[in-house]
Nanobody
Framework: QLVDSGGGLAQPGDALRLSCAASNMTLDYYAVAWFLQAPGKERDGVACISNGDGRTYYADSVKGRFTISRDNAKVYLQLDSLRPEDTAVYYC?????????????????WGQGTQVTVSS
């Protein structure tokens, strides 16, 4: 029910913008987060945004480089100053239960993932 897109191949220092859209549900009613999963590693939350007032939360590793936002029925993750260690599959996720969580278990709906590869 979530569709994430916008990944691709980038060079160090480049920027990408990921998008998350919903089908058969109104994304405005949900808090939304972005997670990333690097090969062989667990899925980690990097940014989330509340419904309603749009409060944002970031993992320390991405503060100042990634920006989460929402506009109408979509949620975006702006990735700036990309680094090779940002290479991962990025997933958007939605929940109606909590705000500001980076726990996978708190999210009910997931996108299929979009690959971001940062390499020179």
């Amino acid at each position: 029910q979530l569709v994430d897109s916008g990944g691709g191949l980038a060079q160090p220092g480049d920027a990408l913008r990921l998008s998350c859209a919903a089908s058969n549900m109104t994304l405005d009613y949900y808090a939304v987060a972005w997670f990333l999963q690097a090969p062989g590693k667990e899925r980690d939350g990097v940014a989330c945004i509340s419904n309603g007032d749009g409060r944002t939360y970031y993992a320390d590793s991405v503060k100042g480089r990634f920006t989460i936002s929402r506009d109408n029925a979509k949620v975006y993750l702006q990735l700036d100053s990309l680094r090779p260690e940002d290479t991962a599959v990025y997933y958007c996720a939605a929940t109606s239960l909590v705000i500001g969580s980076f726990y996978v278990r708190d999210y009910d709906y997931w996108g299929q993932g979009t690959q971001v590869t940062v390499s020179s």
